[in-house]
C-alpha cells in the first residue's frame, strides 16, 4: 500500500501583514502534480490544515478546494486529523457526509482505538489534544503531561491491536529530541508537551505533523512530514516536500520528496548600501526577505526604500555588529571601569576604542563618578 503523507499546510497563514495564501495555492497545486505521480493509495494529513482556529472565508475556500481536488477530481482517499492550530467546528464540518466519499476528517476521540482498514494495513489516529482534553474525556484525574496523556491512549490502543498486522499512527504532537522552528506553537509551557519516542513502540509507523522540520527526529519508524513550504526565516534553509511510503507486511520503505517553492524565504547579511546598490547576488528579488543590516545610522524609512528594490522584503533588522560567542579572557578585578569597556569594544567590533567614541565613555564614568560623591 502506498501512502503520500503530508501536514502543517496552515492554509490562511500570515508573517509581517502578507499573506501567503498565493504561495500555498501553488504549493498544492505542486501536491496534486505528486498524487497524479505516485498514485497513492491514500494521502495522510497528519494536522494543522488551518493556521488559525477561525480561519477566514478564503482559507476555507482554498482547503475545500484542495481537499475536494484529491478527493474528487484524482480519486484518492483522505485521512485528516486536527492539529493544534485547528478549530475543530471549523475542520469537522460536513464530516459524515465527507466519509462516504472516502475523506475522513478526524477531530474527535471516539475513533482512537477503532483502526481505520486500508487494504491489510490498520491506521490508528490520534488528533491534538491537550491533557485536560483526555482528563475531561475519559474522566481519568491524574493525567497532567502530554506523556501521561499520549501514554493513556496508546496503552488502550494496545489493547486491541493486533501486532500480525501492520499497524501505523497517525498522530500532531512534539517528540523529545525533535527539532523545532519559530513559526510552531507552543503546546505547552516548558517541557512537558513532549512525548518519549519509546511511547510508540508498538507500531510499526508512526506519521507525525507539528514539527516544520522533514527530519527533526531521526528514527526508524517515525517521521515528520515537515511542512510543504517554508513559514518562518527559521526555516529559511530546511527541505520542504512530503514523504511517500510504500507499506508491505510488517516493513516499509519511505522517501522524502522536496518541493520548490514559489518563493523561497531568504536571509540576507549585508550593508544598507551594497543592499540599495544591488551590489548582492539575488536571483529572484520576489522571495521573501529578512535583511540585516549594517551602516544603517543616517537612513530613515529603509523599508519602503528597500521593498522598491525587493517587494516582499518582509523583516529588516540592524546587524551592526556581530557579538563574538566566545568569553572575553580578562581579569575584571585588575582593570579599570576604562579598561574594561576598551576590552569589550576591541573583543566586539575588533577595533580599538578611541577619538570621540572615548571621550563619550569616559565622560559619562566621570559624570557617574561625580554623581556618586555627591550622593
Request: glycine share 6%; charged share 25%; aromatic share 10%.
Amino acid at each position: 500500500m502506498k501512502i503520500l503523507h503530508t501536514a502543517d499546510w496552515h492554509i490562511g497563514k500570515t508573517i509581517n501583514g502578507q499573506s501567503l495564501i498565493e504561495d500555498q495555492k501553488f504549493i498544492l497545486s505542486k501536491l496534486f502534480d505528486a498524487i497524479k505521480e505516485h498514485q497513492p493509495d491514500i494521502v495522510v494529513i497528519s494536522g494543522d490544515l488551518y493556521d488559525l482556529h477561525h480561519p477566514n472565508k478564503e482559507a476555507m475556500v482554498v482547503l475545500e478546494d484542495a481537499l475536494s481536488t484529491i478527493n474528487l477530481e484524482l480519486n484518492t482517499p483522505v485521512i485528516a486529523i486536527s492539529g493544534n492550530h485547528d478549530g475543530k467546528e471549523r475542520l469537522n464540518y460536513g464530516e459524515r457526509w465527507f466519509e462516504k466519499t472516502g475523506l475522513k476528517i478526524i477531530t474527535g476521540y471516539d475513533q482512537l482505538f477503532e483502526p481505520i482498514k486500508v487494504n491489510d494495513v490498520n491506521i490508528y489516529v490520534m488528533p491534538y489534544f491537550t491533557p485536560a482534553d483526555i482528563r475531561h474525556v475519559f474522566e481519568v484525574k491524574d493525567i497532567h503531561t502530554h506523556q501521561e496523556a499520549t501514554e493513556f491512549i496508546v496503552n488502550k490502543m494496545k489493547e486491541v491491536i493486533n501486532e500480525d498486522e501492520t499497524n501505523i499512527l497517525i498522530g500532531h504532537l512534539f517528540v523529545a529530541g525533535g527539532e523545532s522552528t519559530d513559526s510552531e506553537r507552543p503546546l505547552s509551557i516548558g517541557t512537558i508537551e513532549t512525548v518519549s519516542a519509546q511511547t510508540f513502540d508498538i507500531f510499526d509507523a508512526v506519521l507525525l505533523g507539528h514539527l516544520h522540520h522533514p527530519f527533526a527526529i531521526q528514527s526508524d519508524y517515525i517521521f515528520y512530514s515537515g511542512t510543504p513550504m517554508q513559514y518562518s526565516f527559521s526555516e529559511a534553509n530546511q527541505a520542504k516536500g512530503y514523504r511517500l511510503f510504500d507499506f508491505g507486511h510488517k516493513s516499509f520503505k519511505q522517501s522524502f520528496i522536496p518541493i520548490e517553492p514559489r518563493r523561497a524565504f531568504q536571509v540576507i547579511q549585508a550593508s544598507y548600501e551594497d543592499v540599495i546598490h544591488e551590489k548582492l547576488d539575488i536571483k529572484h528579488r520576489d522571495d521573501y526577505f529578512h535583511f540585516k543590516l549594517s551602516d544603517m545610522d543616517h537612513v530613515t524609512d529603509p523599508l519602503m526604500k528597500i521593498r522598491s528594490i525587493y517587494p516582499n522584503t518582509l523583516q529588516i533588522s540592524r546587524q551592526d555588529y556581530e557579538v563574538a560567542n566566545d568569553e572575553i579572557d580578562v581579569d575584571v578585578h585588575t582593570l579599570t571601569d576604562l579598561e574594561i569597556i576598551e576590552s569589550f569594544y576591541d573583543h566586539v567590533t575588533g577595533e580599538p576604542l578611541e577619538g570621540i567614541k572615548k571621550e563619550k565613555i569616559i565622560a559619562l564614568l566621570e559624570n557617574d563618578l561625580n554623581k556618586g560623591a555627591q550622593e
